[in-house]
């Protein structure tokens, strides 16, 4: 009979710790760039955008805002791992295409509010769910999917 044998290798406190302070870079990098995507969506949508969505529980605000943050988190994430694996050039470079990212999907939203008939901005303060702001949201997932696969 045979009893086999696990093998742990060795624990460096040092290596978790470097990857333990990444993580927390990262993620700081990361929520601001999800910071810079709210305000842009917020400059680029009539009203305010926390108080229409939090406050007023607008159907049409809380969708393309989910759309948008959902696409945001796309290119985040791929920015991150397309990152340098050098802690210092990794988070410039996260930050960086974060940012490009958010600008990109801003422009989307313009674009998309030039060329599909109506104008969903006139439906953000509506209370009643619209089907143009459901359309708008997958739009801006499929910008931010097709934005996330150029970064990576």
């Known amino acids: 009979m045979h009893i086999a044998a696990i093998e742990f290798g060795t624990i460096s406190?040092?290596?978790?710790?470097?990857?333990?302070?990444?993580?927390?870079?990262y993620f700081l990098v990361g929520v601001g760039v999800l910071v810079a995507g709210f305000v842009m969506v917020d400059v680029l949508t009539?009203?305010?955008?926390?108080?229409?969505?939090?406050?007023?529980?607008r159907p049409n605000?809380?969708?393309?805002?989910?759309?948008?943050?959902?696409?945001?988190a796309l290119v985040v994430a791929t920015a991150i791992i397309a990152s340098s694996s050098d802690l210092g050039q990794g988070l410039v470079d996260a930050a960086v295409y974060g940012i490009v990212g958010?600008?990109?999907?801003?422009?989307?939203l313009v674009v998309l509010e030039v060329?599909?008939?109506?104008?969903?901005?006139?439906l953000i303060t509506d209370e009643r769910l619209h089907p143009a702001a459901i359309a708008t949201a997958v739009a801006l997932i499929a910008v931010g999917a097709v934005n996330a696969a150029a970064l990576s």
């Open 13 to 25: 406190g040092d290596y978790l710790a470097q990857n333990v302070v990444a993580a927390v870079l």
């Open 46 to 57: 009539p009203g305010n955008l926390r108080q229409l969505v939090f406050v007023e529980r």
């Open 61 to 72: 605000a809380v969708a393309v805002a989910s759309g948008m943050y959902v696409a945001l």
């Open 102 to 108: 958010v600008v990109l999907q801003g422009v989307a």
């Open 115 to 122: 060329v599909v008939p109506g104008r969903f901005r006139d």
